[in-house]
């Protein structure tokens, strides 16, 4: 949706930009991986904020990192089996 076409006109922004006007339309697999690696960078942040909420949450109630740790791998092997 909207994050993915923004995400090509910074591709073709920057790619121009450091390769020369008209490089990227020139180039579509430059720019599906500038595309690959945004999303990959976005997913990323996303998950490292989860996890850190998730373990801050357990932290809260059992103030054990170690037993909080233990429990975020147990709620992720679980959510893998749903």
């Given amino acids: 949706g909207p994050t993915v076409g923004w995400w090509l006109r910074q591709a ?3 790619i121009d930009r450091t390769y020369g ?3 990227a339309k020139k180039n579509p697999a430059l720019v599906a991986a500038f595309i690959q690696a945004a999303a990959m960078d976005q997913l990323t942040g996303h998950l490292t904020t989860r996890i ?3 373990i801050g949450n357990l932290s809260d109630s059992t103030g054990d990192l170690a037993s909080s740790m233990s429990r975020l791998a147990d ?3 679980d ?3 749903q």
């Fill in 12 to 14: 073709d922004e920057q």
């Fill in 21 to 23: 006007d008209g490089y």
């Fill in 52 to 54: 850190a909420d998730r």
């Fill in 75 to 77: 709620a992720v092997a």
């Fill in 79 to 81: 959510h893998d089996h």
